[in-house]
């Protein structure tokens, strides 16, 4: 079982920066056991993918729309997922999910899921 909890989303506007952050509580398997993911989706629209990594962190992997301006990371001391997004666009404006999976790749299915962070970009 793994609890998720996303944070530090907001108001920014076209241009700034913004850090997300995803706490993950894990019982029987430990959070190294997960590869994590992050997701958006905006309003009338379905869950977009946006990032992923693997467990060890080495390997990452970015939706085209993101790639060069957002950086997923982690700290498995801390059990956190992080998404460092730069140089935000209106497009952007989405509630942030994140997601653990025992597998990798764009085809994984995720167990777990946040409640989300609501990420709204003014031009």
């Known amino acids: 079982q793994v609890q998720l909890v996303e944070s530090g989303g907001g108001l920014v506007q076209a241009g700034d920066s913004l850090l997300l952050s995803c706490a993950a509580s894990?019982?029987?398997?430990?959070?190294?056991?997960?590869?994590m993911a992050w997701f958006r989706q905006a309003p009338e629209k379905g869950r977009e993918f946006v990032a992923q990594?693997?467990?060890?962190?080495?390997?990452?992997d970015y939706s085209d729309s993101v790639k060069g301006r957002f950086t997923i990371s982690r700290d498995n001391a801390k059990n956190m997922l992080y998404l460092q997004m730069s140089n935000l666009k209106p497009d952007d404006t989405a509630t942030y999910f994140c997601?653990?999976?025992?597998?990798?790749?764009?085809?994984?299915?995720?167990?777990?899921w946040g409640q989300g962070t609501q990420v709204t970009v003014s031009s």
């Open positions: 997601g653990a999976s025992v597998d990798y790749g764009r085809a994984a299915k995720y167990d777990y």
């Open positions: 894990t019982s029987g398997r430990a959070f190294t056991g997960y590869n």
């Open positions: 990594i693997t467990w060890t962190g080495k390997r990452t």
